[in-house]
C-alpha cells in the first residue's frame, strides 16, 4: 500500500509539473481528486488494510491529498500568471492610432423652433396641452362652429378614417379639448403634428402646428397683439414688426391673419415677402362666442383668443429654407446645418 501510495505521489507530481495550461490542470485534478479519482479510489481502498496499519496509511493517503492539491494550487497560479503575461503581450494596444470619432447627434430645426416657442410663450404663463392626433369629427369641425357642410371644410383636405373619425388638420381641435376639461382661466398650448391631403413645396401632408387659446374674465384683442409681438420678439428679431390683418375663421370673431415685418429687407420690399414688406405668419382672432358655449363656457362673463401657427413655415421663414420637404427628407447634410 505504502508503495502504491509513493507511485501515486511520483506520478500526479510529474503531470502536475507537465501540465502547460489551465485547462489541463483542471482535467488532473479531476483525475486524481475527483470523485472517482485516484486518490478517491485508494481511500476506498482503506477497508482492507489491517486494522494495526489504518492509522498509518490514513495519515500517508491524507497527506498524498494535501501534497496533490498544493502542487496543484502552486502550478495553477503559476500557469495563470503566464497565461495573463502571454495574453497582456500579444493584446498589446498601440495608445498612439487616432480613435474612431462618434457623431454627434442635434435637434430637427422644426423641434427647435417648437422648443423655442414654448420657452418664449412658458414665460408668459402658458402650459402645454397634448391632445390626440386621431380625432373625431366632432372636435376637429363640429365643436369649433365648422358643421358637416359649411365651406370651410374645403379650406382643409381631410384625411379621414371613417365618417366621423379623421387625421386632425388642426391643433384647434386641443381648443375644445381643453374647455370641456378645465374652467378659466385657461391659458394653453397645444402643439403637435396635423395632417391635410397637401403636397407642394409649402405644404406637406404632415406638418407641425402650435396652437395658443387664452380665455379668461376681460380678455380682449390688445391682450392677443401683446402676447405674439412678444413672443415675435424672442423668436425672430427684437426690432421685429408686427400687425393685424382682418381674415375668417369659423371659430374666431373677429379673426386675424398676423404678419412679421420681412427680415430679409426690413420692410423695403424683396422677393421673399413679394414686394409688401410683409411676412404672414399665423391665423389667429378672438374666440366666437358659439365655440365658448359649445364648450360650457359662458360667453358673457369670459372672453378669450385662440392662434395657430405652422412650425414648418416659422422654421423656414426663420432659417431661410426655401422648400418645405427640405425638413421631411432627413438628408444629414442640410440638418447638420442647424
Ligand atoms: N386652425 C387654423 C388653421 O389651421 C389657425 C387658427 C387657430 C386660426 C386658432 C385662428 C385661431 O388654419
Not at 412679421?260 to 410683409?278: A, I, Q, R
Request: proline residues 5%; neutral net charge; hydrophobic residues 35%.
Amino acid at each position: 500500500m505504502k508503495e502504491k501510495i509513493l507511485r501515486l505521489k511520483e506520478k500526479a507530481l510529474e503531470d502536475i509539473k507537465n501540465a502547460k495550461i489551465t485547462k489541463a490542470l483542471a482535467d488532473l485534478k479531476v483525475k486524481y481528486l475527483g470523485k472517482s479519482g485516484e486518490v478517491t479510489e485508494l481511500l476506498k481502498g482503506m477497508k482492507d488494510v489491517p486494522n494495526e496499519e489504518k492509522p498509518a496509511v490514513g495519515k500517508l493517503v491524507n497527506g498524498l491529498r494535501s501534497a496533490i492539491e498544493e502542487f496543484i494550487a502552486e502550478r495553477e497560479k503559476a500557469l495563470k500568471e503566464a497565461e495573463l503575461k502571454a495574453r497582456l503581450e500579444a493584446e498589446s494596444i498601440d495608445v498612439t492610432l487616432p480613435g474612431k470619432a462618434t457623431r454627434r447627434g442635434g435637434l430637427h430645426p422644426v423641434n427647435l423652433v417648437r422648443n423655442e416657442l414654448i420657452e418664449a410663450f412658458s414665460g408668459l404663463g402658458f402650459k402645454v396641452f397634448t391632445g390626440p392626433e386621431v380625432e373625431l369629427d366632432y372636435y376637429n369641425f363640429q365643436q369649433l362652429n365648422i358643421p358637416a357642410d359649411h365651406p370651410a371644410r374645403d379650406m382643409q383636405d381631410t384625411f379621414y378614417v371613417t365618417d366621423s373619425v379623421l387625421l386632425r388638420t388642426q391643433t384647434s381641435a386641443g381648443q375644445i379639448r381643453c374647455m370641456e376639461n378645465e374652467k378659466p382661466p385657461i391659458k394653453i398650448l397645444s402643439p403637435g403634428r396635423v395632417y391635410r391631403s397637401d403636397y407642394d413645396a409649402t405644404h406637406s401632408p404632415m406638418f407641425h402646428q402650435m396652437e395658443g387659446l387664452v380665455v379668461d374674465k376681460g380678455i380682449t384683442l390688445c391682450d392677443l397683439k401683446g402676447v405674439l409681438e412678444e413672443v415675435c420678439k424672442k423668436v425672430f428679431d427684437k426690432d421685429v414688426k408686427t400687425r393685424l390683418r382682418p381674415s375668417y375663421f369659423p371659430f374666431t370673431e373677429p379673426s386675424v391673419e398676423i404678419d412679421v415685418s420681412c427680415s430679409e429687407c426690413g420692410g423695403k420690399g424683396c422677393s421673399l415677402c413679394k414686394g409688401t414688406g410683409w411676412i404672414e405668419i399665423l391665423g389667429a382672432g378672438m374666440v366666437n362666442r358659439v365655440v365658448l358655449e359649445n364648450c360650457g363656457v359662458d360667453p358673457d362673463v369670459y372672453t378669450g383668443f385662440a392662434f395657430g401657427l405652422g412650425l414648418e413655415r416659422i422654421a423656414m421663414l426663420k432659417y431661410g429654407i426655401p422648400d418645405i420637404r427640405y425638413l421631411f427628407d432627413n438628408d444629414i447634410r442640410f440638418l447638420k446645418q442647424f
